[in-house]
């Protein structure tokens, strides 16, 4: 298994690591440490760069499976032993924590005015959408929500991290609305991302630590998707 640094220390754009599995065939390896955000929860993976001394080898995508987090390399694969530094394209990255950190406050404003659910998303870095049950949205609500969302993020709340037990995390109301019954049964230990006062919830990806990081956002458009669902697209307007 990979040790994943990115999910308890998301502000970590390097590292040096040890090659544990090659994959020929695929063009992939297996590290035994990566800040590689390897996607999931609508965030796409990150992108960079692994240096074996003075070779530079492109990452063009990452993803895990249950033997760990495998990197795709163009240049040539190294050898397992093999030890090198890597570096995700952090412009990128961090473009997508602030993005990721948005999505959670549009949730958290849409359920403290709404108690509507969040039923699926994604995101590129700067913009992303949302998809709601929400019979009663109203075109007028689009202006408030904005203020709103806007309001919560420039108040700066703290965005924490912890890990609860799953027997805890099956009883935490928060966490049940955003489905936490969904995640597999063997999943022992759960990951929360807590904006403090506004949102919870079980989630595996990168955000920033506090919500002014994010700055502001605009809502581009409110999008009807048949039966009382709504897909709201957000887009960042504070440059990093
Ligand atoms: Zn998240």
Redesign the pocket.
């Known amino acids: 298994m990979t040790d994943r640094i990115y999910s308890t220390d998301a502000y970590a754009a390097q590292m040096r690591a040890t090659v544990v599995g090659v994959d020929q065939d695929d063009g992939r390896i297996l590290l035994d440490r990566t800040v590689f955000y390897p996607g999931g ?1 609508g965030q796409p993976c990150d992108e960079g760069e692994l240096w074996i001394g003075e070779d530079r080898l492109i990452v063009t995508r990452v993803a895990q499976d249950s033997a760990g987090v495998w990197h795709w390399v163009e240049g040539g694969l190294p050898s397992e032993g093999t030890e090198l530094e890597g570096k995700v394209d952090w412009d990128r990255r961090y473009m997508l924590m602030r993005t ?1 950190t948005a ?2 406050a549009l949730c958290g404003v849409i359920w403290e005015r709404f108690q509507s659910p969040v039923t699926g998303g994604n995101m590129n870095p700067g913009e992303g959408r949302l998809d709601f049950e929400l019979p009663q949205w109203d075109p007028d609500d689009k202006g408030p929500i904005e203020a709103e969302l806007n309001r919560q993020l420039a108040c700066n709340r703290d965005v924490e991290v912890s890990f609860l037990p799953r027997e805890e995390a099956d009883l935490d109301p928060s966490l049940i609305r955003t489905k936490v019954n969904l995640l597999p049964p063997t999943l022992k230990e759960v990951r929360v ?1 807590d904006i403090v006062g506004l949102d919870r ?1 079980a ?1 595996g ?1 990168t ?1 920033v630590s506090a919500t002014n990081e994010v700055g502001q956002i605009r809502i581009k458009k409110v999008e009807s998707k048949g039966k009382g669902f709504r897909r709201i697209r957000v887009e960042l307007t504070t440059p990093s």
């Open positions: 929860g990721h999505m959670h991302i919830q989630d990806g955000h």
